[in-house]
């Protein structure tokens, strides 16, 4: 079973403009796949080599439930 946790985050007006717009031309993706793909893809690539979140990129990258 997955659990989901809600994160509120503050980001640049401009990264918002930048994300609405893609969301606008992917409607197969959604915010939440967007910041689940971009914060494991961030934790694989900064020296967090865990299992549970190259699954979640993973998952994320090919519409699986994250």
Known sequence: MNTT???LADI???LHHALTHYLKTHP???QDRVFAA???LFL???GECD???ARVYL???FKQAV
């Open 5 to 7: 946790v809600s994160i």
């Open 12 to 14: 640049p007006e401009d």
């Open 28 to 30: 197969d993706w959604d």
């Open 38 to 40: 971009a914060l494991s």
């Open 44 to 46: 694989l690539q900064n």
């Open 51 to 53: 299992r549970r979140a």
């Open 59 to 61: 998952d994320s990258l």
